[in-house]
C-alpha cells in the first residue's frame, strides 16, 4: 500500500528565508508525484509535479523539488520566502497499477507560517 | 474556463437532514473525485469516477452516495446527516488516458458543512 508522510505539521519561516517541506513516500512501483498549495478558504492548486525524467522539478512562485528514489522522498524547496507564501501545502502520490490508476494519496499537511 | 464549480459554498445541517453537493467541470476531463478535508488529516477520498455511468468507493465511502450521468457533473448525496460529516469537501477533475503521464487533479473551492 502507497504512504505518504509530510515531516511537520507547521512550519515558521522568516521572509527571505530559505523554505524547506519533507515529503516521504512508500511505494512498490514508481511513484508520480505532486505537490499542492491551499491558501485559506480555496481550494487545492498545482505547484509541481513529478511524473518521468529529470529529476529536478521546477514549478510556479520559485518552487522546486527533487525526486530521491533512493530516499523515497520529493522535498519542496524555495531559495526565499515571500509573505504570500504562507498556506498549507500537501504532498500527493500516485501509481499506475489497476487499483490505484488517478487515484492520488496525500499526505496530512504543512501549514507553513512566513514571519517579517 | 471556469474550471471545476461546487455548489454551495456554505451549508449548515440539522440532524438527518439530507443534502446533495453539486459539482460541475468545464474541461472534459473523464475522472472525477470527491474528497474530504479534516484539520491535520489531509485529504480523504469518499468516491471517484472514470466516466459518465461509472463511479466506485474510495477510502471514506459511508454515509455519502455518488451518480454520474453526464461527464460534466458529479454530485455528492449526503442521506441522513451526522455530525461526523461536519468536513471541507472538494471535488475534483483530471483527465487520464491508458497511457502516458499520471495527470493531475484540478480543485474546485470546496463546500464547507456543518451539520449540527
Known amino acids: 500500500a502507497q504512504s505518504v508522510t509530510q515531516l511537520g505539521s507547521h512550519v515558521s519561516v522568516s521572509e527571505g528565508a530559505l523554505v524547506l517541506l519533507r515529503c516521504n513516500y512508500s511505494s512498490s512501483v514508481p511513484p508520480y508525484l505532486f505537490w499542492y498549495v491551499q491558501y485559506p478558504n480555496q481550494g487545492l492548486q498545482l505547484l509541481l509535479k513529478y511524473t518521468t525524467g529529470a529529476t529536478l522539478v521546477k514549478g510556479i512562485n520559485g518552487f522546486e523539488a527533487e525526486f530521491k528514489k533512493s530516499e523515497t522522498s520529493f522535498h519542496l524547496t524555495k531559495p526565499s520566502a515571500h509573505m504570500s507564501d504562507a498556506a498549507e501545502y500537501f504532498c500527493?502520490?500516485?501509481?499506475?497499477?489497476?487499483?490505484?490508476?488517478?487515484?492520488?494519496?496525500f499526505g496530512a499537511g504543512t501549514q507553513v507560517v512566513v514571519t517579517p | 474556463n471556469a474550471g471545476v464549480t461546487q455548489t454551495p459554498k456554505f451549508r449548515i445541517l440539522k440532524i438527518g437532514q439530507s443534502m446533495t453537493l453539486q459539482c460541475t467541470q468545464d474541461m472534459n476531463h473523464n475522472y472525477m473525485y470527491w474528497y474530504r478535508q479534516d484539520p491535520g488529516m489531509g485529504l480523504k477520498l469518499i468516491y471517484y469516477s472514470v466516466g459518465a455511468g461509472i463511479t466506485d468507493k474510495g477510502e471514506v465511502p459511508n454515509g455519502y452516495n455518488v451518480s454520474r450521468s453526464t461527464t460534466e457533473d458529479f454530485p455528492l448525496r449526503l442521506e441522513l446527516a451526522a455530525p461526523s460529516q461536519t468536513s471541507v469537501y472538494f471535488c475534483a477533475s483530471s483527465k487520464m488516458t491508458g497511457t502516458g503521464n499520471f495527470q493531475p487533479q484540478h480543485f474546485g473551492d470546496g463546500t464547507r458543512l456543518s451539520i449540527l
Open positions: 500527493a502520490v500516485g501509481h499506475m497499477t489497476t487499483d490505484s490508476w488517478g487515484k492520488l494519496q
